[in-house]
Structures are given as C-alpha cells and as structure tokens.
C-alpha cells in the first residue's frame, strides 16, 4: 500500500479531540471506545497471558482500559482492574466501565509491582496537569507496561514529560499518531508504537486536517531523472567557502553533489587554491562575490558552513539583496544571533539547539511551537536539528523527523546536511520539502553508513539514501498543500 501525507499525519490531543467530536455527530462515539479497547486487547494477547492489572483513569483513557480489560477477562485471562475515580456518568466511559463485572480496586503500588503486565490507561489526549502523588508511585512501580494512547504523563502535543510517566514496551494508540509519540523525550516512552485503525469516519481527514506530519517518503518525492535533465536542469549550487575552516565548506559541497546537484561551485574570493585541491568535480570561483551574482543561473546558495563573522557579513547580505535562495547554516547563524530579522529573505535556517537558543531564545519544553513561531517571525522555513529534527514552514506546517541515528552527531554532518537541502532546492524542491526530503536523506545515509560513520561517509552513501526513498514512496498520494 502506497503511503501519503494523510497517512503521516499527527493530530495534537486538541485535534483528535475535535476528531472525536466530529466522529460523534457521524456515528456512535461508543464504537470508537469498544474499537480502540479492542486493539489494545489484541495487543495485550500477543504479549501471551500473564497476570494483568488495568489501571483506569476517569476519562476516555479510563474507558478503553475497562473495554481492554473485560475483553481479556472473556479470554481467561487473570486480569484485575484499579480504577482512580468513576467515570462521569453517562459518558461512554461510564459506558464501558458497567461492561466490566469484575471487582474494582484503588490504585496500589505493591499491586502495580505484583502484576506481570500493567496496562496503562490512566491519562491519554486529556492529560491537564502533571502525573504525581499516588498514580505516580503505582505507575512507577510497573514491571511491565502496555500504554493505551500515550504512556500517561507524556504529554501528546510536545513528547514532553509531565511529572512522570512510564517507559512502556508496547504503545497503541489510535487512528494517527500524535507529535508527542515522536518528539522526545516522548518517543524513549513508548516502546513499540501500534496505531490502530478503530473505524474512524474518512471525513474526519478532511474536515480536521492538522499541518503536522511525520517526515517520511510520501510526504515529499524525489524528482525522477529523464533523459532531457542535464547538468543546469538537476540544479547548480553554489557554497561560500571560508578562508580559514575550509573542511566545512567542502563538506557542504560534498552533500549537494551526493544528492544528485548537476553543478557545484564554491565561492572562494580568499583560499581558492586551499579548496581547489579538494574534489575535481567541484568549481572554484575566485571572482568576488557581486560578479558572481551576475550569474542569474547560480539560484541556490549555502551560506554560513566555516565562516567567521566577516565573512558572513560580506556574503549573507548581498546574497539575500540579490533575491538568491539561501540556505543559512552555522555562521550565518551565529552572526545574527538575537536579531534573527537580518535572517529575513533566507529560504531555510539550519539551526542546531544551541544556535536556535541564540537566535530566538528558548525554545522551551514545546519545541514544535518554538520552530513554527521561528518560521512564522521569519518568513522561513526553521529546521531545528537533534535526533528529532523539526521542519517548520512559515505557514504553520511542520514535520518531525524519526530515523537520524545517534551516530549522525558528528562534526561537520550538520555542513552536509546544508548541501543536501541546497542540492533539492536547486532540483526545484519547495523549500519545505526540500528540507524534509534532506532531512530524511541525511538520516537514511547516516543508517548506511553505520555506527563509527565520519561525515565524509555520508556523501557515499547519499545515492542509496535517495535510491530508499524512491523506491518507499512509490506511488504516493500527491503533494502537501
Ligand atoms: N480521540 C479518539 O479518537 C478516541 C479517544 N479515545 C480515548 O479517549 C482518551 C481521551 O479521553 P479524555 O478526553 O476523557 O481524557 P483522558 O482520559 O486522558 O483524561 C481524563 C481526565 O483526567 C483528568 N486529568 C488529566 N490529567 C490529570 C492529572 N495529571 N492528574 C489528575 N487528573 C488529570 C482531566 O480532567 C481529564 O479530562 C484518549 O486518550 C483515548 O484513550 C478512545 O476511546 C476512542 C477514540
Ligand atoms: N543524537 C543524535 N541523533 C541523531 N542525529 C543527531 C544527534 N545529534 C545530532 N544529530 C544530527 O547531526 C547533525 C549535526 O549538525 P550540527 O550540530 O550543525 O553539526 P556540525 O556543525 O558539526 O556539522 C544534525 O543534522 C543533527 O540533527
Ligand atoms: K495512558
């Protein structure tokens, strides 16, 4: 089955809770409840039976897990519940709870630890404040934990935790995931994350339609070469060399060519015979800069890998008069920092934490708001690198990249990422999902290359990258609007 843009779609807790009302004026909303118990049974029976304790919060969460329960009861399985508080009455919740006939508990910690499985349906979507006291204690006791939703505590706007909440081997959740089961420290909490399908009206894709994605092929696609493409077709980049730290420049380079740039030039008015010893496919110009801008061909422009500050003012401000598509990285970062409005006219920044702090302070727990609120005062597109990299446009869409290995953190593999990113604009990517597409990229090749990788090996390892991407997305639905 081919994958698109609205089977990667996240809906933040107040979405989905605008998914279920919107589901309730179309169907019975008790169906939803009774199909999401459901599937968290079925996962709970492929863990194969063991002693049970359902931990029952007083909301929908709550409601799940008495369904759950009373479907496992049915199949012999040993499986006590606890519940925190009624649920209100005549909720669906309250619903579910009057299907289970068994005894029902108060929250215990010796029983949590006594139990072979706990699962988890205290707080999902409604989390309002932070976990504590007695849920906490008995949550923290479980030896082994299946989350309904969301393990309780992570909060599924911004994967942040709140108090506490479990690390659990098994998550189910329902309909689509949320952007807190892919931030972190959400995503260290889930374990396995099954999102199941509970039935869920197709309308509601349309009529609640969340500009939050996770970043994967079928979000974005690969332009296909033909046999019309040449070098100037596929896209030229040019890249501001510095005279001092040229290894960053080169690398920046390096990834554009990985990703498929039919030119390459590297702009070196100081050092040019430093870079002209690197790679012979790549053109050393020495030319000052404002000549070669006269090269209307020369669109996309990487400025910032391995500048210093005078450089950077030497190149940033002319590049972004002259109407070029800039990716600022690094320096161009840095040079700006505490007034990110000299950054204005860029296509796409590439900050990391630290260069993001600098820039526009925070971010804060709410990473995913920091980056759209960056792009929005911007004007453009804000990647907010780490090991969940956020893309966001100043439109408000946003994407959250999964599958950058540990190992990805490296010197200079934020340089390659810069050159990727130029190389998909150049190819006439739009500036979102040119930086989704190399974000993307960049983690797949860093997964090639293995643990122990150098930035240097990301270049090779780019083709393959792209080659997975392709071949992933084959088909997929049409483009994000
Ligand atoms: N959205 C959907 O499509 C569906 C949702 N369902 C379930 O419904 C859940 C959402 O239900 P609710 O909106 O009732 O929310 P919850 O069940 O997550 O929370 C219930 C209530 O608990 C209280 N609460 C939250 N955090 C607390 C804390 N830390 N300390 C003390 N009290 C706290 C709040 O008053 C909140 O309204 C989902 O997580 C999911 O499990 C499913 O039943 C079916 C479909
Ligand atoms: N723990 C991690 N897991 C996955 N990717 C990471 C991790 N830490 C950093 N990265 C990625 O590595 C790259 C580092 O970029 P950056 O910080 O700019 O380094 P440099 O300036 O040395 O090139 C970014 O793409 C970032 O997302
Ligand atoms: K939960």
């Not at 090996?457 to 088909?475: I, N």
């Amino acid at each position: 089955m081919s994958t698109g843009p609205d089977d990667l779609v996240l809906y933040a807790p107040e979405e989905m809770a605008a998914a279920d009302r919107l589901a309730a004026t179309l169907m019975p909303s008790f169906t939803l409840m009774r199909n999401a118990g459901r599937a968290v049974a079925r996962a709970a029976l492929q863990l194969g039976p063991q002693r049970t304790l359902v931990l029952c919060g007083p909301g929908g969460n709550g409601g799940d897990g008495y369904v759950a329960a009373t479907l496992l009861a049915q199949q012999g399985w040993p499986v006590e519940v606890a519940a925190l508080a009624e649920p209100r009455p005549g909720s669906d919740a309250a619903q579910a709870r009057a299907g289970w006939h068994g005894p029902i508990r108060g929250f215990d910690p010796e029983r949590a630890a006594a139990a072979d499985l706990v699962i988890d349906a205290v707080y999902g979507a409604g989390l309002s404040r932070p976990v504590e006291g007695l849920v906490a204690e008995t949550l923290s006791r479980a030896r082994r934990v299946l989350a309904v939703d969301v393990p309780s505590g992570i909060d599924g706007a911004t994967g942040a935790v709140r108090g506490m909440a479990p690390v659990a081997e098994l998550t189910v959740t329902f309909f689509r995931a949320k952007p807190g089961h892919w931030l972190l420290p959400g995503r260290e909490h889930l374990g396995r994350l099954v999102v199941a399908d509970i039935g869920m009206p197709e309308q509601v894709l349309r009529d609640v339609a969340p500009r939050c994605w996770e970043n994967r092929p079928g979000l974005w696609h690969l332009r296909v070469l033909t046999v019309h493409d040449h070098k100037y077709s596929r896209g030229v980049v040019s890249i501001c060399g510095g005279g001092n730290m040229t290894g960053a420049a080169r690398l920046a380079a390096g990834g554009a060519r990985g990703a498929g740039a039919g030119l390459v030039r590297l702009a070196a008015e100081h050092g040019a015979d430093l870079y002209r010893t690197g790679a012979p496919g790549l053109i050393v110009d020495e030319a000052p800069l404002e000549e070669l801008l006269a090269d209307e061909r020369r669109k996309v422009w990487v400025c910032g890998p391995g500048l210093a500050g005078d450089e950077v003012e030497a190149s940033l401000p002319a590049l972004l008069r002259g109407g070029r598509q800039v990716i600022a990285d690094a320096g161009a970062l840095t040079g700006s920092a505490g007034d990110p409005g000299r950054l204005r006219g860029a296509a796409v920044l590439t900050p990391h934490a630290g260069e993001f702090a600098r820039l526009f302070g925070g971010p804060g727990d709410d990473r995913l708001g920091a980056a759209r609120c960056a792009a929005a005062e911007v004007g453009a597109v804000v990647l907010l690198k780490g090991s969940d990299s956020i893309i966001a446009a100043p439109d408000g869409r946003a994407a959250i990249n999964a599958n950058a290995p540990p190992w990805l953190g490296t010197a200079g593999a934020g340089d390659v990422l810069s050159g990727v990113i130029a190389a998909l604009l150049a190819g006439g990517m739009a500036p979102f999902e040119a930086t989704c597409a190399g974000v993307w990229l960049h983690g797949e090749a860093a997964n090639i290359a293995g643990e122990g990788l150098l930035a240097e090996d990301l270049l090779r390892c780019l083709p393959l990258a792209a080659r997975r991407a392709r071949g992933s997305a084959l088909a997929s639905a049409g483009a994000v609007s």
